[in-house]
């Protein structure tokens, strides 16, 4: 099965950008999907699709996948962006699913 | 407006059992798979395994066959995932959240807190 790997943290200064990549083999070819996770609270999705945004979602949230990672990325980041994000994506071959082991943003 | 609310936090002791429910609302409930995942204290998302709402049917990640078990109520829009056996590892929170057609999750209930401790 799909093992995807994120770095564990990641700090960027308010107003600028943050890459958050998540690899796994063969990851260009599958739809990756992206959480944000705030201290206390559930998951909530925010890009699907490598590249597609939940209604709600501010613009500030893109995606993008390429044949050996895919990428988060926070454009303009707040101080509200600070939180754990996850990705993941669906193992066809076991029908199982699959979360990476997340990244911590740290907004400075 | 699409609803999952799960039911109140546990305190186990191992070996025994645990029954987490999630009350569904806002849609229909056999049109989407439910997935159950659970969170240890400061650590990551684990799946657990999905349930087709319609059919009953389910499929556990291995880590867990032989001690989950998901089944559902659809006369009350209520999905259940029951975890026997337990140790203290098994101190989590968990998580209900439904499937959309596109394989991710687009809901997620507030999360059910289990304690496993002697």
């Known amino acids: 099965s799909d093992v995807l790997t994120q770095p564990p943290s990641v700090s960027v200064a308010p107003g600028q950008t943050a890459r958050i990549t998540c690899g796994g083999n063969?990851?260009?070819?599958?739809?990756v999907h992206w959480y944000q996770q705030k201290p206390g609270q559930a998951p909530v999705l925010v890009v699907y699709?490598?590249?597609d945004r939940p209604s709600g979602i501010p613009e500030r949230f893109s995606g993008s996948n390429s044949w050996n990672a895919a990428t988060l990325t926070i454009s303009r980041v707040e101080a509200g962006d600070e939180a754990d994000y996850y990705c993941?994506?669906?193992?066809?071959?076991?029908?199982?699913?699959?979360f990476g082991s997340g990244t911590k943003v740290t907004v400075l | 407006q699409v609803q999952l609310v799960q039911s109140g936090a546990e305190a186990k002791k191992p070996g025994d059992s645990v029954k987490v429910s999630c009350k569904a609302s806002?849609?229909?409930?056999?049109?989407?798979?439910m997935h159950w995942v659970r969170q240890a204290p400061g650590q990551g998302l684990e799946w657990m395994g999905w349930m087709n709402s319609k059919s009953g049917d389910t499929r556990y990640e291995p880590k867990f066959q032989g001690r989950v078990t998901m089944t559902r109520d659809t006369s009350i829009t209520t999905a259940y995932m029951d975890l026997t056996r337990l140790i203290s590892d098994d101190t989590a929170v968990y998580y209900c959240?439904?499937?959309?057609?596109?394989?991710?999750?687009?809901?997620w209930g507030q999360g059910t807190l289990v304690t496993v401790s002697s």
């Open positions: 993941q994506v669906w193992d066809s071959s076991s029908d199982h699913y699959v």
């Open positions: 806002g849609y229909t409930f056999s049109g989407h798979y």
């Open positions: 699709n490598n590249n």
């Open positions: 959240a439904r499937l959309t057609g596109d394989r991710c999750f687009d809901h």
């Open positions: 063969n990851i260009g070819s599958e739809s």
